[in-house]
């Protein structure tokens, strides 16, 4: 994993880009706000989303419990990722997860990957945003590289994200540009 491609172009979203996506997602249609928000609050993959469950929504501990979709051992197959309150608010209020609308077992958005993809992906656009970071891997990269910027220890990060190797979490503090600078002001501080 690398957060540029082999032109150099940046695969990540920059801290104003996640601004403007999250505004866009919030005129989007409900369930796909929903898809956009629990994308940007977790890091998860787009596959993970999918296969989210009201039975894997905390209430209590304010967290999600993602299925790690990838080849992962069976204990590390589960990961909580904490999440602000305001999302488990909406995914309730869409979904009726505590009322029981949807089914424990029943995943929260029944689109094929491809679908979602074209449905994150629009929301990009609506935003104003282009080029190959435009995409949902996009939105996670700039999960991973929010996180480095606001101090998240690199072991929390590997957890939230899945990732079996730190190796792969470490490249995030590879980040350029703004946000390089801001890494860079608070060692200079």
Known sequence: MELYDSK???????????????LASEAAPREVLTLCHTLFYTGCRISEALALTPERIDFKNQSITLLSLKKRSDTARYRAVPVPPDLLKTLN??????????PKKER?????????WRRVCAVMKEAGLEGVHASPKGLR?????????????LNKLRDWMGHADMKTTALYANALGEEAQAIAARMWA
Not at 141 to 153: E, L, R
């Open 141 to 153: 990269h700039s999960y991973g590289v929010n996180a480095v910027m606001k101090h998240v220890p």
């Open 108 to 116: 929260l958005w029944t689109w094929s990957r491809t679908t979602a």
């Open 93 to 102: 209020m869409v979904h009726g997860i505590q009322d029981g609308v949807t």
């Open 8 to 22: 150099g172009q940046r695969l990540y979203l920059n801290p104003a880009e996640r601004g403007q996506f999250k």
